[in-house]
């Protein structure tokens, strides 16, 4: 059995429980008083004083790591309350090998693998050293606690893969690593789709996590220089904020019939559900190396969907963007831009490229990736098998 261990699926680690003196305080109240007065005592605790000794904690361990990097680990179980959580449910289970979706599951898969005698994997869908390297803070406290944890997670993983051949360049240059990372790409499941030509409105979709950085401002400002039989549906899950600030811009901007927020819909309903729009839309910002390096799940998506391609210029997206003729590229993550490429399509050229995605969507598929995979894990299973057999002679 193989375990995948992902962190952002697990429940939120118990509060912390109000110290003993308090109960002694409880004591001089009536009984019946105090089950309300430590409910609300409770709470006002975990709001404001347990969070600054949480974060006093946490920077006092990420400082530990700019002195000795080996104190990542240890580290890393302060970063955040599910970690413990986490590992306590995945120690239930017993693999042959345990993979670890991006650098945040490390240390968790090290930990379980040793105690139980079998290697790990590591599969990173993130250039993780630069994922928000545009945040000051960010790269102060969070990056070198990364950096160790993941250096030395790689160092013993025995199948090391990434989702692009840019973050398989960058960790091989950043770790020293004897070889580059196995190069598996995040692509769906083949899924066959009836061609389907545009119609009188050409229907641009985005779907995805809805949120700050992935250029939503420029794309809705850009509509306002759409040709008319162009609209836009912005469909994914994000924070309710943000969610209404796009609202209001879009109400601001008097684009209210030319753009929709559409409520996400389940994972494996992406592209079925994308294959009623004609273009898929990605403007995301080259900010940093983790955005240039990008070779999201959206991309495929679409190919899979059978639609035109419009997304950023950016090296890996660009390279397969040309190799398939799959659509149009925005050099820049500006309205004009991103409507200079828009209003560069037609119906008849939509269609062409509707054409060639359906084609490329037969070989840009899991079942045609998958296998790379599943046969660098079998050889890890199998040589720790092995080595423990001859361990044991």
């Not at 309350?81 to 017993?94: G, M």
């Not at 850009?222 to 912005?234: G, K, N």
């Not at 309205?335 to 359906?358: C, E, P, T, W």
Request: net charge neutral; aromatic share 8%; with cysteine.
């Amino acid at each position: 059995m193989i375990a995948g261990v992902l962190g952002d699926h697990v429940e939120a680690a118990a509060p912390l429980r109000a110290p003993d003196a308090f109960d002694q305080v409880l004591r001089l109240l009536p009984t019946r008083w105090r089950p309300a007065v430590r409910a609300l005592a409770g709470r006002a605790l975990r709001r404001t004083i347990f969070p600054v000794l949480r974060r006093a904690v946490r920077a006092k361990d990420v400082a530990r790591v700019y002195v000795d990097a080996r104190h990542a680990d240890a580290t890393y179980w302060t970063l955040n309350d599910r970690f413990a959580r986490l590992y306590e449910l995945a120690s239930r289970q017993q693999a042959d090998i345990w993979l670890a979706n991006d650098w945040t599951a490390l240390p968790i898969v090290r930990r379980l693998a040793s105690e139980q005698g079998v290697p790990y994997a590591y599969d990173t869908h993130e250039l993780a050293v630069d994922e928000y390297a545009h945040r000051l803070l960010w790269r102060l406290t969070q990056r070198p606690v990364i950096a160790a944890i993941e250096r030395e997670g790689i160092a013993g993983s025995a199948v090391t893969s990434c989702v692009s051949q840019g973050i398989a360049d960058r960790l091989h240059e950043l770790y020293r690593l004897p070889e580059k990372p196995l190069l598996i790409r995040n692509m769906p499941h083949y899924e066959t789709h009836p061609y389907r030509p545009c119609g009188e409105a050409i229907r641009v979709l985005y779907h995805g996590v809805v949120n700050i950085g992935r250029g939503l401002e420029a794309c809705i400002d850009s509509v306002a220089l759409w040709r008319p039989e162009f609209r836009l549906t912005i469909r994914g899950p994000g924070p309710a904020e943000y969610l209404e600030a796009l609202a209001a811009r879009i109400r601001a901007a008097g684009l209210g019939d030319r753009i929709v927020l559409a409520p996400p819909v389940p994972m494996i309903d992406l592209v079925k559900e994308a294959a009623h729009f004609d273009v898929g839309l990605f403007a995301l910002p080259g900010h940093s190396e983790q955005n240039v390096h990008v070779l999201p799940n959206k991309f495929f998506e679409y190919t899979m969907a059978g639609l035109a391609l419009c997304v950023s210029d950016l090296p890996e997206m660009t390279a397969l963007l040309r190799q398939h003729d799959l659509g149009r590229s925005i050099p820049e993550v500006t309205s004009q831009a991103i409507a200079a490429a828009v209003n560069g399509f037609d119906r008849a050229s939509i269609d062409v490229y509707k054409r060639h995605a359906l084609e490329a969507a037969k070989v840009l598929n899991w079942e045609a990736e998958a296998d790379r995979l599943f046969a660098a894990i079998g050889q890890a299973v199998a040589g720790a098998a092995e080595a423990r057999r001859f361990a044991a002679q």
